[in-house]
């Protein structure tokens, strides 16, 4: 299954900021719907165990030094949070009128805690009255993303391939109602917190909503790390990461047994494209975090959509300011190249936040709304512009491109002169500002010589007449052929981005063109076929509306 990136849109993201420790996250916390779970504390109190912290967001652990002798540092469950300020883990209540309170690596408030969440908390207690003083908090959501499987009698569900098991102690957030786990289907977006037992799988503690089309997480240790097929383990969900941007590690290098939070996307096996089998799990990490809550020296990472642009060097994404200068190291952009609005634009940005609340970028990190991913054999090369033509349309190729090529089961870096006329390349990216009919991609793979073609574009109703139709590539057009080999599937964008597909006749395409224009709009296609030298003749055709 092909899947378009998700986004995560700036007003899910602007709560977010934004001190994180040895790297941080761009999401954070979301609190629950309807305000009933966990309670909002009020000012007040200043002894061990008695009165909390206004509803703001404070993020100064580092400052006041919490890796100093004489703090506790336990790991427990959240059973309440008081209207005094108080939150009560394990068997420990805590006073937090100085405590920094961390979710997935961003500044949070108390507000943002849930009954059942799995927490480290930092901070002085008295054994004999069970008192404590709270200095920070810190929760990391074990899993977070779509929900790959779920069986409700079981007591069982999977979740970008973590299995996830939940009994009568596990939390429901006030967003899941009813608040069982026969609520909950496939393709839904969770965030779990919880425990994992000796056979991997995670025993829940809370469960909530997570934002539809956001990045997919996971947060734990590495494990079977393989460092020449760039992959590895959290807990039971495979992570790719040779294309991610890695933040705060020891050495600059991932090691087996370090704790790290990941986030990216579905993980895709790229065997031939399918549009309806869903996805086994695993995730494409764009970000690698190495979790070190005494970090001395907090990153802060976000991500998001660019919302302000003023040029290579000054610019908001998810409407935090960010600067960049000549040291600020970019991964699949030259922001310096880019013309015009960068619209769809999706960036991680990872730096330290100044006394004015910019971001001073340290790395930028380029994807995209992924509208376009695009297979097909390379038809023309261009070295002296960095563009090659994939099926006749043009393909940017800078010098921050991330380009591989298949080489056995594994992927290594190639450069822009091993790409050759016939080879097959898989491009993502989009069609982008400036460069109006090219795609600007971010990530290509190269394959052996093929002229197999996967297209996600947009057909030109006006242009059908059976056996041909037509579809838009920027400024560019393709020119699709039916012949009665073809295979036509229909079907609707299930909220993960699969598609419930199921086989139709070549009659119900061919209706597509009377369709609403308003129906038509909420209609994507995709083509996988064979390339003619100046057509696809299709083998399948998938047609779904959201």
């Avoid at 919490?66 to 805590?94: L, P």
């Avoid at 807990?235 to 020891?250: C, E, L, T």
Wanted: charged share 20%; hydrophobic share 40%; with cysteine.
């Amino acid at each position: 299954m092909k899947r378009s990136l998700g986004l995560v849109f700036a007003s899910v993201l602007l709560p977010m900021l934004l001190v994180s420790c040895g790297g941080g996250s761009g999401e954070a916390g979301f609190s629950d719907s309807g305000g009933g779970d966990p309670a909002v504390p009020t000012p007040g109190g200043n002894g061990p165990g008695v009165g909390g912290s206004e509803n703001k967001i404070t993020c100064n652990w580092v400052f006041r030094g919490i890796e100093g002798t004489g703090r506790n540092r336990r790991k427990g469950i959240v059973h309440s949070v008081g209207e005094d300020g108080t939150v009560v883990i394990d068997d420990i209540q805590y006073a937090t009128p100085r405590a920094s309170i961390v979710i997935n690596g961003s500044c949070a408030t108390l507000t943002d805690l849930g009954r059942g969440d799995v927490v480290t908390v930092f901070g002085d207690v008295d054994d004999q009255t069970q008192l404590g003083d709270a200095e920070a908090i810190f929760v990391d959501y074990d899993v977070a993303g779509d929900i790959l499987a779920v069986d409700s009698d079981a007591g069982t569900l999977n979740v970008v391939g973590q299995p996830v098991i939940v009994d009568e102690n596990t939390v429901f957030a006030d967003s899941i109602q009813p608040a069982t786990l026969a609520t909950l289907r496939p393709w839904e977006q969770v965030a779990i917190s919880g425990l994992v037992n000796e056979s991997g799988a995670l025993i829940a503690s809370r469960i909530e909503r997570w934002p539809a089309r956001a990045d997919w997480q996971v947060a734990g240790v590495v494990s079977d790390l393989d460092v020449s097929r760039h992959m590895f383990r959290v807990n039971q969900v495979p992570v790719r990461y040779d294309a991610a941007a890695q933040v705060g590690f020891p050495s600059n290098r991932i090691v087996e047994g370090q704790p790290v939070r990941v986030q990216g996307h579905a993980l895709w096996i790229r065997e031939g494209f399918s549009c309806c089998e869903p996805e086994d799990g695993g995730i494409d990490a764009v970000a690698i975090e190495y979790v070190d809550y005494l970090s001395s020296d907090p990153l802060a990472v976000i991500s998001g959509m660019v919302t302000r642009w003023s040029g290579a060097t000054d610019f908001d994404v998810a409407g935090v300011p960010v600067a960049t200068d000549d040291s600020t190291r970019q991964i699949g952009i030259d922001l310096a190249s880019v013309a015009g609005s960068p619209d769809g634009f999706w960036l991680t940005v990872a730096g330290s936040v100044d006394e004015h609340g910019t971001l001073r970028a340290q790395l930028v990190v380029a994807d995209y709304s992924g509208s376009m991913q695009f297979n097909g054999p390379i038809t023309a090369v261009d070295p002296e512009r960095r563009v090659v033509e994939v099926a006749t349309i043009p393909v940017m190729l800078n010098s921050s491109v991330i380009l591989r090529v298949h080489d056995g089961s594994t992927q290594r870096a190639i450069s822009f002169a091993d790409l050759n006329v016939g080879d097959e390349l898989e491009v993502l990216g989009d069609f982008v500002g400036s460069y109006g009919g090219s795609i600007y991609a971010v990530r290509a793979i190269q394959g052996p010589p093929s002229q197999d073609v996967y297209t996600m574009l947009t057909p030109i109703y006006s242009q059908f007449a059976r056996p041909f139709f037509t579809l838009a590539a920027g400024d560019r057009q393709l020119t699709v052929e039916t012949d009665s080999r073809t295979r036509y599937f229909w079907g609707h964008t299930m909220p993960g981005g699969a598609c419930s597909c199921g086989s139709r006749s070549a009659d119900d395409f061919w209706k597509l063109p009377h369709l609403s224009p308003v129906r038509r709009a909420f209609t994507s296609t995709e083509v996988v076929g064979k390339w003619m030298g100046d057509r696809i003749v299709a083998e399948r055709i998938f047609w779904m509306e959201e």
